[in-house]
């Protein structure tokens, strides 16, 4: 009975502020005090009950009534956080501010007009407020408190708030008598919430604090939402506000904030206690906030390194969990935290909690839904994509060991299977930038040779090797039946197979033929002559099995006869014609086949037990709209290995001798432009191929290898199938095995790998990609639906 009449006089509070036409005083406590003391609404209560159009109504017709409300709302935040909020009903009054404001803010945001009221001094010097405010200033502050903005003001309470003892966090008093611990010299990094990085005791779990601490990150995260009301500017190197304040020695909980969420979210288990189903017998209070902290991580550590000085340190140094040779990092602290963790044990903690809460998806077991799958595999790929990026001591640490493999398999699973999902293109883009940013070095492409004996059930042809075979698999895969607008990712995919190739000891006869297939179906006049650049994936192909031949030949028989059975693929791009009526006959061929790439000739086997095929998106699933990314040679940066194993960065090319990669004519960014355009456009007539631009790379193609190869060891093979009589595979592998072309072949090449480089286009890239999953993951309550959001689009499928 209590919890109805609360809703209906908090309904009846709302109207009365909807309709009123007058100010309302900032002192009238008995209108304002309707809105937090009386009631028990939940935060779904509060959605329902302040619908959107009302806000806006208020907004438009009686600006200084939301003004006084937000003020007001907050002022209360900042009181209970002064006292430490010890008696239930200050409690209660905190999280319904909290949700109120957390419901108000975005339609704040969405009105330019209103985007600077967080930021201006509400009581200020002349008390006579913002927005005709009223009289009544902060209760009990100093005057030169009043000074600040109520958007900082409202930031501090909340990370007080989220320190406060018996609300969110066990109190280490134990008389009850002196039991209000002073929340001004409360050391909050004695509370921390979860053991981990730098903090070794793990509270006892409290269902109560976790829902506190969840419902604190909600406005938290909401503060920080501004950034989905600007549009993407391409070159934008600019800083939200409130993150970067709240990032600042402003905030004296920064450190301790920082290590609660990033030690809440690795040591998660989701599994719990490996009782079947008992994720339908508890609900798991937990889960929620570590969605909510993998969140507000993630956005505070968006900070576009391109743009600042690099955050990490080399050299090592011992001492605390932080190093503590203060490097000229960033002053965004979580970045800077982020890039000083250093210890072995914190590292394995990161990494360890990452590749679990990842693998969770893929737990098999005997019975089916028994186990709960967690939903922010997409955070976490951002956060372990910042954890390598900030801290390149923790990409050698990952790469030290095959535990990199333990995350490389739940991002195959993710990619193979949203390869169909138009609604899933990023999920798709992020897998690939982090297996672009491994790829780049040397110990990625070692460790991909450990055998690959965990069978995770994929839509994928069944075949036993390494996880490099996986690796080219799926890449396959995602090529021959992914959909249309995957094809900007066809060259780092590719980037990723040659910048690996140089170090893969054994390729399975399925991978052998995959890759074959590839070059078959790219190599096809009409895919060569259909866009400007699509012979940059033949060249790309062209390079990985030269690496082989040249640096792991002894192995990989299999590939070497995959390559002599299609030596006609090879004959024919040596020949590829280049006179005016060979290339309109095959522009001809392109309209009549309207399939971008066959997949007959490729034998796709029998997909692996207990696997369902990819899935398209439902119809009228809700997606966002990403920025396009840069293209390939916009994304890496050419570096040589020299004869120790150290590489040699190469620069940017000179344009003449752009062999394998980067954009022949005019301006790279131009030229990618054009060819996304190009190649996504199925009309003809907007892009002619001439003779002189297919001669242009066709003397470039890297073809001497292969073809001295075949030179040597096709008149050795027909001999003994002449011979012998041989139709049988395993005798002609048996001599390629024991064969060697040393003395035969060119010089070996130096080997080439392609790093990624931080860029500003990647960084809003990211930006889009982020805060798109996070408006579409928070649906209860739905925080941003229907607000006018401009970072990106809403789209159905």
Known sequence: MGSADSKLNFRKAVIQLTTKTQPVEATDDAFWNQFWADTATSVQDVFALVPAAEIRAVREESPSNLATLCYKAVEKLVQGAESGCHSEKEKQVVLNCSRLLTRVLPYIFEDPDWRGFFWSTVPGAGRGGVCGLGQGGWEGEEEDE???????????????????????????????????????????????????????????????HDMNRTELLKLLLTCFSEAMYLPPAPESGSTNPWVQFFCSTENRHALPLFTSLLNTVCAHDPVGYGIPYNHLLFSDHREPLVEEAAQVLIVTLDHDSATSTSPTVDGTTTGTAMDDADPPGPENLFVNYLSRIHREEDFQFILKGIARLLSNPLLQTYLPNSTKKIQFHQELLVLFWKLCDFNKKFLFFVLKSSDVLDILVPILYFLNDARADQSRVGLMHIGVFILLLLSGERNFGVRLNKPYSVRVPMDIPVFTGTHADLLIVVFHKIITSGHQRLQPLFDCLLTIVVNVSPYLKSLSMVTANKLLHLLEAFSTTWFLFSAAQNHHLVFFLLEVFNNIIQYQFDGNSNLVYAIIRKRSVFHQLANLPTDPPAIHKALQRRRRTPEPLSRTGSQEGTPMEGSRPAAPAEPGTLKTSLVATPGIDKLTEKSQVSEDGTLRSLGPEPQQNSVAGSPAEGDPSQAWREQRRLSSASTGGQWSPTSDWILSWKSKLPLQTIMRLLQVLVPQVEKICIDKGLTDESEILRFLQHGTL???????????????????????????????????RNVDPPIWYDTDVKLFEIQRV
């Not at 909340?158 to 134990?174: E, G, W, Y």
Request: contains cysteine.
């Open 146 to 208: 009043n000074a600040r903005p109520l958007a900082e003001s409202l930031l501090l309470a909340i990370a007080d708030l989220l320190f406060c003892p018996d609300f969110t966090v066990q109190s280490h008093r134990r008389s009850t008598v002196d039991s209000a611990e002073d929340v001004h010299s409360l050391d909050s990094c004695e509370y921390i919430w979860e053991a981990g990085v730098g903090f070794a005791h793990s509270p006892q779990p409290n269902y109560i």
């Open 742 to 776: 040393v003395g035969l072949l060119p010089v070996p090449h130096p080997i080439l790998i392609r790093k990624y480089q931080a860029n500003s286009g990647t960084a809003m890239w990211f930006r889009t990609y982020m805060w798109g999953v996070i408006y579409l």
